[in-house]
């Protein structure tokens, strides 16, 4: 009824839109009015110099339906629909028991022959419109600035009728503390932790108020529970949905957190409640994890710097600065650990203050494109089966590429030539994130072959695609490096002297006898020349010389107890220091330009349409103008008590332009968690090795923060509050890591540092397993003394079980059946006596109640 523009009656797009209308007579009780222009604040925000109307009264939720193409819309109304009934049963999906008396889109389109756009449009649209209206959902409609949009405001209005709809869900809500006898627990971080209970209209008094992420919740439960909102923006019955930005919120967020001006900051452990506040849990969560990340980066660059400030001279080594790099190894395992154990213990102290216990289980909501006849039956196993080959496949794909480069690169070097030995870094870190950038755009359609039931469920199978894949694309190029290369590309000839000059084509390195000596002929070089490769050189079992992939690059004399040695720089250690520092760098930059992009493709696009709407004469200079800061001006320039744009216009381009969905310009939950876990495995497997990596991780994470927040805050699409009991499956994934990590760090120390690298085999695997024992015992001694759950996340619950037990319990009422009980004896003297015993301990004759039983 309120579908028009300014609030007016629906306007079919064509002639065949009054039939759509006849259906929907019927659902005329409310006729809401658009609020009056006037009656709109005005404000600013940080992405634009222009003034915009603050209409975000009185909306909960917003949909975007385009109008014809007569009117400047995407919609052709005279297009041929080919299977309207198929399309439609498509959006309304759902039992038929879940929609209201008189839904009968399915009975104009039984015949299932083809149609007018603009008729389907029409009838879909009025259906909808029905649907909403009989929920007792308010529908308030609005004209875009150019008018080929229209904007439907929904919100959910009276508050009797969201505590109906909390109720049939079993929402819960935190108890008030004003309730009577309850006092709010405080737990160790000092944060007052309320009690919650399923939502009840008799509960009321004792609950808190409903806030705007509670009723977006449930608007949005109650429309996924009916109609597919995806397959209405498929079909462009909407062009896309969001729930609706809050000023107030925005500008609290802009002045405490979302702020570049903050970036040299480290984030507080507040931050993630003001996320929770306007996002939801989910992204709560996830800003308190980056947050405490960062916290521990700060350590870990200050125990970085140290390794840094002992170890500033790589050609004045000594053994126990060598050794400082195995203890500098130890406590980044320990690290790992820790920060592994301190947020988990942080997560559940979160779970509880946000009241998101059970919660996975208890919102759920099943996907249109679940197909529960395909779950357990062989063809759903079988379409499993082929997601998990396609991801070994792929996997052993980009393996052979890494190893096919580095034979090709040994070809070339022994042929003395040094091109591609001089590239393969950056070549391989190309290839590293061309890898995964393929891989991220076919990973959805494998994923949905394995028909998930709920959308946390998809989340979670998509996120450990993808981080499977990734994680071993960022990982394989480094280990094959540091513990392949020197076993699978070894030089071998009948003589040492031979393997040398086959090895040192381009001239010996330098610090050695034969410092960039060209080997022209072998007969020239002694053996007391090639001493230095004695660690480096072995005789196959075939009898061949053979100097291994690691060969030295520089040699130096070093000072220690037993003299002066001769240690040596090789061409692992330095190609893996040289291909950490390229590929970690170009992570972190191209992390930090894929945040800048969609806030300056945000501007430039909301920019286009104000100049469009204001008349200005050039829109390149109108682009200038806005990336420089300053207001557009045009031939329609309205005066200063008036706006040209919206903050519902604006969110409306950010829906298009960047949604919080996966692979838009606005992010995901899954790509950014995933973007930062692939550099948190490069620092924990490989930090040891390039220690600087957590002093630049530390800087480019903070602005990276910082930005992450001004995205989410001023340019993405405000998404879904959705809930969630904590990080989901990248807790897994994260634990996954630190164990590699316990592996890697202690394999690097091992096979790759001095002393260790130069012992012999089977004292390097004793080493090897002893360390990595004693390693993962650590991380078993850490995990027990910080347990998961703490102690006061267990006293509050048991207090605030016991308040919600008191709010859900209702007194028992006598029974209204007395059954006879003059048969019953359960008295200290028995029945045959004929006696009872007396107040005072003696037998006295009696007659026993027939309706009573003596217990004495």
């Not at 050794?323 to 320990?334: P, Q, R």
């Not at 286009?608 to 829109?619: F, L, R, Y």
């Amino acid at each position: 009824q309120a579908f028009g523009p300014e609030g007016r009656p629906f306007v079919p797009m064509n002639g065949t839109g009054m039939r759509a209308m006849a259906m929907h007579e019927k659902y005329s009780s409310l006729s809401p009015r658009a609020p009056e222009e006037d009656s709109f604040e005005l404000g600013k925000i940080p992405l634009l110099a222009e003034t915009l109307e603050i209409d975000d009264k009185d909306v909960t939720v917003v949909l975007l339906f385009p109008r014809s193409d007569e009117e400047g819309g995407i919609i052709d109304a005279e297009a041929e629909r080919e299977s309207p009934l198929e399309d439609a049963q498509k959006i309304f999906y759902r039992p038929p028991e879940l929609y209201p008396e008189g839904f009968s889109i399915f009975r104009e389109f039984a015949d299932n022959e083809p149609c007018d756009e603009g008729r389907y449009q029409d009838l879909v649209r009025a259906e909808f419109l029905a649907l909403i209206q009989s929920g007792g959902l308010r529908a308030i409609s609005t004209n875009s600035i150019d008018g080929d949009e229209v904007f439907l405001r929904v919100s959910l209005s009276p508050s009797n009728r969201l505590v109906q709809v909390a109720s049939h869900y079993g929402y819960r809500m935190p108890v008030s503390e004003h309730a009577d006898k309850y006092r709010m627990k405080v737990n160790a971080e000092g944060s007052r932790v309320p009690a919650y209970t399923e939502c009840a209209l008799e509960k009321a008094a004792y609950l808190d108020e409903f806030n705007n992420i509670d009723e977006t919740r449930l608007i949005y439960r109650w429309l996924l529970e009916r109609v597919s909102l995806e397959e209405m923006r498929k079909q462009k019955i909407i062009i896309s949905h969001f729930p609706a930005a809050q000023y107030d919120c925005i500008k609290h967020l802009g002045s405490d957190w979302a702020t570049l001006r903050r970036a040299v900051c480290v984030p507080s452990r507040a931050d993630a409640d003001l996320a929770r506040s306007y996002f939801g849990e989910r992204i709560g969560f996830f800003f308190a994890w980056f947050s405490e990340y960062n916290r521990y980066l700060l350590f870990l660059s200050c125990i970085s710097l140290t390794a840094l400030l002992v170890d500033n001279d790589p050609h004045a080594q000594s053994r126990w600065t060598a050794w400082t790099k195995i203890i500098y190894a130890v406590v980044l395992v320990g690290w790992i650990a820790s920060f592994n154990e301190q947020f988990k213990r942080r997560a559940n102290r979160l779970k509880q203050r946000w009241g998101m216990k059970d919660w996975d289980n208890n919102q759920a909501v099943s996907l249109p494109s679940y197909d529960e006849e395909l779950d357990g039956t062989q063809l759903g196993s079988l379409y499993k089966t082929l997601s998990s080959s396609a991801v070994v496949l792929y996997l052993l794909f980009f393996a052979g590429m890494i190893m096919g480069i580095a034979f090709v690169d040994k070809g070339m070097r022994d042929d003395g030539d040094m091109r591609l030995a001089n590239w393969s870094p950056l070549i391989i870190s190309i290839l590293m994130k061309v890898s995964s950038f393929v891989w991220g755009k076919v990973a959805p359609a494998i994923v949905r072959l394995q028909n998930h039931r709920t959308d946390s469920r998809y989340t979670d199978a998509l996120s450990a695609n993808l981080a499977t894949v990734k994680l071993f694309v960022a990982l394989f190029p480094f280990c094959q490096l540091a513990f392949i290369e020197g076993w699978a590309n070894q030089t071998c000839s009948p003589t040492l002297q031979q393997t040398a000059s086959l090895v040192y084509v381009s001239g010996f390195p330098p610090g050695t006898p034969l410092a960039g000596t060209i080997p022209s002929s072998h007969t020239n070089i002694t053996d007391v020349d090639l001493a230095f490769l004695g660690k480096f050189s072995h005789r196959n079992s075939h009898g061949m010389m053979c100097i291994t992939g690691c060969y030295p690059t520089s040699c130096w004399m070093s000072q220690t107890l037993e003299g002066e040695t001769m240690d040596c720089a090789d061409t692992c250690w330095d190609n893996l220091k040289e291909q950490l520092a390229i590929f970690y760098v170009l992570q972190l930059v191209t992390s930090l330009v894929m945040l800048a992009i969609p806030i300056v493709l945000t501007k430039v696009t909301v920019t286009m349409e104000i100049a469009k709407v204001i008349g200005s004469p050039s829109t390149c200079g109108a682009l200038i103008r806005s990336l420089l800061g300053q207001k557009l001006t045009g031939s329609a320039d309205s005066d200063s008590n008036s706006a040209d744009y919206s903050l519902l216009q604006f969110q409306a381009k950010c829906s298009i332009v960047a949604p919080y969905e996966y692979n838009s310009w606005g992010g995901s939950f899954v790509e950014d968690f995933l973007d930062l876990t692939i550099g948190y495995s490069l620092l924990a497997c490989f930090n040891q090795v390039l220690p600087r990596m957590a002093i630049i991780g530390l800087v480019a994470h903070m602005l990276q923060y910082r930005i992450l927040a001004y995205r989410m805050t001023n340019v993405t699409c405000r998404p879904l509050p959705a809930g969630a009991e904590g990080i989901g499956i990248w807790q897994s994934i994260l634990d996954t890591i630190a164990t590699l990590a316990v592996t890697c760090n202690v394999a690097l120390a091992t096979f790759l540092q001095e002393p260790i690298k130069h012992w012999s085999m089977p004292h390097q695997l004793l080493f090897f397993i002893l360390a990595e024992k004693t390693l993962f015992s650590l991380r078993g001694i850490v995990g027990a003394v910080w347990t998961d759950e703490p102690d006061d996340v267990v006293r509050i619950e048991d207090f605030n079980n016991t308040v919600t037990n008191e709010l859900s319990s209702h007194s028992l009422p006598w029974s209204d059946k007395i059954y006879d009980y003059s048969r019953v004896d359960i008295g200290l003297a028995s029945a045959g006596s004929d006696t009872e015993v007396g107040r005072n301990g003696s037998l006295t004759k009696a007659t026993m109640d027939p309706r009573a039983v003596a217990i004495r």
